[in-house]
């Protein structure tokens, strides 16, 4: 009996070392994340769209086809606000939707921002140009009412409400390392861009679009990665 005793009370033993050690462990991963936290500070970038302008606008239809004739220019301003971190952006894209989300313009690839670096406390501001024509799918009657009485009213006021999207992966950089691969998930609003083409270039002059700020949120796909 004496020796089953003894037995338990070393098993008890083992089991409050190996508890002690994992408690310890999660106190120290602890103090380890307030303190890069404490000592980093990270904070997300801040991305808006601005100084958006539309000079050609068209609406056509052939074979009971519509489309949609565009040409468009647009800022897409990010600011990185960590003193510490910079961040790597890859696989760029912005895109523009005219009454549907589900109805995009160009989701555009512009080699010259597919892939940057961005410094501490920088801001980087890239110019995009949309110059195309993409069909416009209207099944139902009320829908295609819809979509042309909006258009020829927004046209007539020489101003159009257009919404924005933006994607992207980006790396952030500590140092000689990166630290992981993240994929925001980008919700931009809407921003009225004013309509320089045909008769409204000088009535509409005075015209300024408003800014389109883009809430930023994060999914990390990857923890760490070293540097190429």
Known sequence: MAKAGRSRCGCCCVMGWIFGIIAAIVVLLG???????AIVNPQKMKVQINDATITKFNLT????THW?????EFNVTIRNPNRIMG????????????QSDEKTIKNYVDSRWMNFYQGKKNT????FRFNGKREVYLLEAGERTRYIERFE?????????????VEFRTRVKLGAIRI?????KLRCGSSLVPFFGGNYGQKRANVTSNVAKCGVKFKATS????LD
């Not at 239809?61 to 009971?64: D, L, P």
């Not at 949609?68 to 468009?72: C, E, P, R, S």
Request: hydrophobic content about 45%; glycine content about 6%; charged content about 20%.
């Open 124 to 127: 980087t501001v890239m110019r």
């Open 68 to 72: 949609l004739h565009y040409d468009l």
């Open 31 to 37: 103090i380890a994340v307030a303190l890069f936290f």
């Open 223 to 226: 923890i760490f990665e070293p």
């Open 153 to 165: 009213k927004e046209k007539s006021a020489g101003i159009f409400s257009l919404d924005w999207k």
């Open 61 to 64: 239809e052939a074979n009971q």
């Open 180 to 184: 992981g691969i993240f994929q925001p």
């Open 87 to 98: 961040l790597y952006y890859d696989d760029f894209i912005p895109g523009v939707y005219y």
